[in-house]
Protein backbone atom coordinates (compact mmCIF):
# COMPACT_ATOMS: atom_id res chain seq x y z
CA UNK A 1 0.00 0.00 0.00
CA UNK A 2 2.68 2.21 0.92
CA UNK A 3 5.01 1.59 -1.98
CA UNK A 4 2.09 2.00 -5.24
CA UNK A 5 0.01 4.33 -3.64
CA UNK A 6 -3.51 1.74 -3.72
CA UNK A 7 -5.92 1.91 -1.11
CA UNK A 8 -5.52 -0.94 1.35
CA UNK A 9 -9.24 -2.32 0.19
CA UNK A 10 -7.74 -3.15 -3.82
CA UNK A 11 -4.42 -4.54 -2.11
CA UNK A 12 -6.02 -7.23 -0.41
CA UNK A 13 -7.99 -8.29 -3.22
CA UNK A 14 -5.03 -7.44 -5.74
CA UNK A 15 -3.82 -10.87 -5.38
CA UNK A 16 -7.66 -12.66 -5.86
CA UNK A 17 -7.63 -10.59 -9.21
CA UNK A 18 -3.88 -12.04 -10.12
CA UNK A 19 -5.25 -15.42 -10.60
CA UNK A 20 -8.00 -14.34 -12.22
CA UNK A 21 -6.37 -13.12 -15.08
CA UNK A 22 -3.85 -16.18 -14.76
CA UNK A 23 -7.21 -18.47 -14.92
CA UNK A 24 -8.80 -16.47 -18.26
CA UNK A 25 -5.16 -17.08 -19.67
CA UNK A 26 -5.47 -20.41 -18.90
CA UNK A 27 -8.99 -20.73 -20.49
CA UNK A 28 -8.02 -18.69 -23.62
CA UNK A 29 -5.18 -21.82 -24.13
CA UNK A 30 -7.04 -24.58 -23.79
CA UNK A 31 -9.36 -23.18 -27.03
CA UNK A 32 -7.26 -20.84 -29.29
CA UNK A 33 -6.48 -22.35 -32.59
CA UNK A 34 -2.59 -22.22 -32.37
CA UNK A 35 -2.73 -24.34 -35.48
CA UNK A 36 -5.55 -24.18 -38.13
CA UNK A 37 -6.27 -25.97 -41.40
CA UNK A 38 -6.56 -24.14 -44.41
CA UNK A 39 -6.85 -24.76 -47.93
CA UNK A 40 -5.10 -22.65 -50.99
CA UNK A 41 -4.65 -23.09 -54.40
CA UNK A 42 -1.87 -25.21 -53.92
CA UNK A 43 -3.75 -27.45 -51.71
CA UNK A 44 -3.50 -28.06 -47.62
CA UNK A 45 -1.89 -25.78 -45.91
CA UNK A 46 -1.30 -24.57 -41.84
CA UNK A 47 -2.21 -21.47 -40.45
CA UNK A 48 0.77 -21.54 -37.32
CA UNK A 49 0.44 -18.64 -34.80
CA UNK A 50 3.51 -18.66 -32.97
CA UNK A 51 5.93 -15.99 -31.49
CA UNK A 52 8.02 -14.12 -33.00
CA UNK A 53 9.76 -11.80 -31.11
CA UNK A 54 10.18 -9.61 -28.04
CA UNK A 55 7.32 -8.54 -26.06
CA UNK A 56 7.07 -4.61 -24.52
CA UNK A 57 4.98 -4.30 -21.89
CA UNK A 58 4.78 -1.09 -20.31
CA UNK A 59 2.65 -1.27 -16.72
CA UNK A 60 1.79 2.10 -14.62
CA UNK A 61 3.50 1.95 -11.07
CA UNK A 62 -0.10 1.92 -8.98
CA UNK A 63 -0.71 -1.91 -9.47
CA UNK A 64 1.85 -3.41 -11.33
CA UNK A 65 0.80 -7.24 -9.81
CA UNK A 66 -2.47 -7.18 -11.92
CA UNK A 67 -1.64 -5.06 -14.52
CA UNK A 68 1.49 -7.14 -15.28
CA UNK A 69 -0.35 -10.32 -15.56
CA UNK A 70 -2.66 -9.27 -17.72
CA UNK A 71 0.52 -8.93 -20.25
CA UNK A 72 2.55 -10.62 -19.44
CA UNK A 73 0.78 -14.05 -19.78
CA UNK A 74 -0.86 -14.09 -22.90
CA UNK A 75 2.99 -13.47 -23.97
CA UNK A 76 4.05 -16.63 -21.76
CA UNK A 77 1.09 -18.62 -23.35
CA UNK A 78 1.66 -17.72 -26.60
Not at 33 to 57: K, Q
Not at 60 to 74: E, F, G, I, Q, R
Amino acid sequence: VEQVGIPHGFAKGAPGYAVSALTACEDLAATFPFVEPRTSYAGPAFLYREPVGVVAAIAPWNAPLVTMLNKVAPALLA
